[in-house]
């Protein structure tokens, strides 16, 4: 299994900036991906970013396009979201996730992000 533990989030003015860290830990090795989500009050949770832990290749939702960047550093085991620009629409509690190889999906407990207008 792998654990995840987020740190980063907080309280932050819209056009203001937050960055998210994730440390995964247990059987890093079989790790294949890792990405963020974010599930708002009353929403469903979404896609924000993704990267594949060999080829560094990145996926991001057309609504945070511009605004964030994700980041790994493999020798940490750590995944990283900086956010720039922050909007209140951006309020969320964010989730880090890694996938196997084998398809399996492991979750953090979440982090809270809260933009002020």
């Known amino acids: 299994q792998v654990q995840l533990v987020e740190s980063g989030g907080g309280l932050v003015q819209a056009g203001g900036s937050l960055r998210l860290s994730c440390a995964a830990s247990?059987?890093?090795?079989?790790?294949?991906?890792m990405g963020w989500f974010r599930q708002g009050r009353g929403k469903e949770r979404d896609a924000v970013a993704a990267i594949t832990w060999n080829g560094g290749t990145t996926y991001y939702a057309d609504s945070v396009k511009g605004r964030f960047t994700i980041s790994r550093d493999n020798a940490r085991n750590t995944v990283y979201l900086q956010m720039n620009s922050l909007k209140p629409e951006d309020t969320a509690l964010y989730y880090c996730s890694s996938r196997s190889t084998g398809g399996a999906d492991y979750w953090g407990q979440g982090t809270q992000v809260t933009v002020s207008s």
């Open positions: 247990g059987r890093t090795d079989s790790m294949d991906a």
